[in-house]
């Protein structure tokens, strides 16, 4: 056993150890969130013990496809990110802000109160990290505070997992995002499958990190260990299917709202919005007020949307953007661009939903790219 | 009396006319007054004359059919009016008439058409000032059709 | 952020009871109410610019602006036109009954900016009424500006707003009031024509005149023309923006304006910041 376990050091524990860690956070009275798999897909929901966790399987992904296959080994984290993303459970798909009921005053208010959720969540990867982080900047870092956000967020606990393979829709290194977890984490654990071996090297990234390790057991690792886990990273970042140059991108996209490839890319976009719900840092919603028969109770709920739906911008008898057009460039601008004005970030992490999920595999690194092999100032030339 | 040479200098409308036209357009040019709810023209009465308005204030009307006529546009001080003396078959196209006391500066077109057949440069010239009022009156009246008050935004 | 801060920033999705005292039509489909907070809190404090989320027991919520006297600090009041469920709900309402209203948000328009030149407002259609609380603060500190003049624009005579507050603005000898209308019946002795032919009368001194703008995008797009034509710097024109908003504190993302959020960003922008994109369409 080694000494107290200490912020940045590498520790090593085997899978025992990572089923006490499940088994201490739920003790703890934490949820523990994790990948399990269910409909063919991974993706994120309880985890009780390792056993749910999608031991030997992986997926194969690409602009529109994804499929869950074997693996030859019996690795817990040996696949990339699948349809769901942690927002869920930060910031609910669907959640009831408040109640009203008819009175002799007219009506009462009575705000929706939550008994703060306790979550600790397990596998999050290193761009689900920054998405996570940028979704902060939008609920918690502004001049207004989403309460029920913030009440999760501070709760949460968060156990990263190092990528040791990378999907051809992956490009986080593009983005600076990964594929190592390098903050924002309770605790970081890298995979490593060695000839008959199977442990995680592990690396606490704050007191409650250090505290957890305290309560498993841990050893220190050696250089041998670390360097199986650098090689791991390595490797995910070597197969990075697709890459972004943001180069100047914010510039780039607001200077060519007009690009003929806005029209290319509406022929194919159906405006379904699956790109919205599956990308991990999309934060827009809708409110809904609902009333009983009776009509003495309303609730108002809010609901994610999406800037897809042509709703989104309906007002006095017409829509801003009712052309697909407008919508797809919205949607891309507001992620690659106009994000960096409003939090001075981009709003893309690099994880690649949007591409697998896209029923048109449209690619947003090949839009981008389209872009900007003629931007309007060579047009101009033209 | 008084020439008008001087009023018709000081027009924005003449603005940097070459002053040997002046002579000539004040030999076409007459000092009117019409008093409030006075007609000016009659849609297709003959459009022999135009106006530059110096005070007060200008009704064009137009009828809509089986509806009373409505005002579509509003002439004051400075500004000028009346173009179909300039395009066969010289008639006016709209009826006209004062809202309060106008005075203005009526200038023949019959005897402006003559002057501009024997000296194109004055005829560009004419045309180049009343083709940007064209053009603006045009575009205020596009903006108006668009109806962009009406309930949709 | 100013007015109502503590309430709208600890719990700003809870809309606050309000009491209404008065509903009043003013023209065919835009009327004003009048309400009073009902809660521990009497009084509602806003700057001219800011609007409210106003909510209808049982039928929803939609964004207005405030078109009251910033000053009557006991009343707040909405002019609103009846286009949608919410809105016509509100038109169906009493005095007593009760309104739910969260807010106010967003940004004012630039009084400090405005100090010590002329103000030329320029509205169209209920344009005018965000822009009204605007005139009411630049009448009670008159003496911190140059000349001023309101110019508005509306479909015609009938949908005029504010009528007998623009005669009496107009008898003023302290403020230059010009109102046009797009066409009008005989009888009617205004001006007939669109709003841009009022702006050149207004102004004498374009470097030291400051506009404000409120009205639909369109007729915002040709005063913005105009003013420039006038020699009015684009940094001193301003303008109020109108999207579709669920949340009005920068989380739901529908008023998104190019990189702007028109609920907190805006309303209110000078034209040099919005300039790239103001105009372009489904922006």
Redesign the interface.
Known sequence: MASSPRIGAKYTLDREALQNLIVELTDSGYQVMGPTMRDGAIIYDAVRSIADLPEGWTDDQEGGTYRLEKRLDNALFGYNVGPHSWKKFLFPPRQK??T?K?SD?????H?EEEEPLRYAFLGVRSCELHAIAIQDK??ME??????VYKARRENLLIVAVNCGQAANTCFCVSMNTGPEAKAGFDLALTEVIDNDRHYFVAEAGSERGTGLLEKLSFESADSQEEAAANAAVNRAAEQMGRTLNTQGIRALL?DN?DHPRWDDVAKRCLSCANCTMACPTC?????E?V?DLS?DH?E?WRSW?S?FNLD???????H????F??RY??WMT?KL??WH??FDTSGCVGCGRCITWCPEGIDITEEAAAIRKTPKSQEKKK | MKSLQPILEEHPFFKELEPKYFELLVGCASNVRFEAGEILFHEGDQADRFFLVRQGKVALEMAPPNKEPMIIDTVEEGLVFGWSWMVPPYQWHFDAHALTLVRAIAIDGKCLRKKCEEDHELGYELFKRFFSVVTERLQHTRVQLLDVYG??? | ?QGNAST??T?????L?HRILKVRRETGDVFSIETQP?GDESDFHFVPGQFNMVYV?????VPLSISGDPARTHTLTHTI?S??WVTQALKKMKKG??I?VRGPFGTPWPFQEAAGNDVVIVAGGVGLAPLRPVIYKLLAEREQYGNISILYGARNPDDLLYGKELEKWRGRFDLHVDATVDSAKRGWMGNVGVVTQLIPKAISDPDNTLAMICGPEIMMRFTVNELQKQGIENSNIYLTM???M??A??????C?F??E?IC?DGPVFSYERVR??FG????
């Open positions: 802000l408040w009203a008819r005053q007219g009506f009462e208010i705000p939008v609920f502004d001049a207004y505070v989403d309460p607001q709202p934060f827009c919603s809708t409110v007020d009333t009509g309303a108002r949307d800037c989104f911008t309906y007002m006095g008898g017409g801003t953007r009712h052309s057009k407008s460039r919205q507001h661009s106009t004005d409003q | 309930a949709q935004v | 952020m709208a920033t719990q700003p999705m809870i809309p009871p009902e027991f049982g039928v929803g919520e036109r286009v949608g009954d009760r739910g109108e999207r579709n669920k949340c504190i920068g989380f739901c993302g529908h998104q190019g990189p959020f907190k790239n994109i372009k369409r489904e922006i």
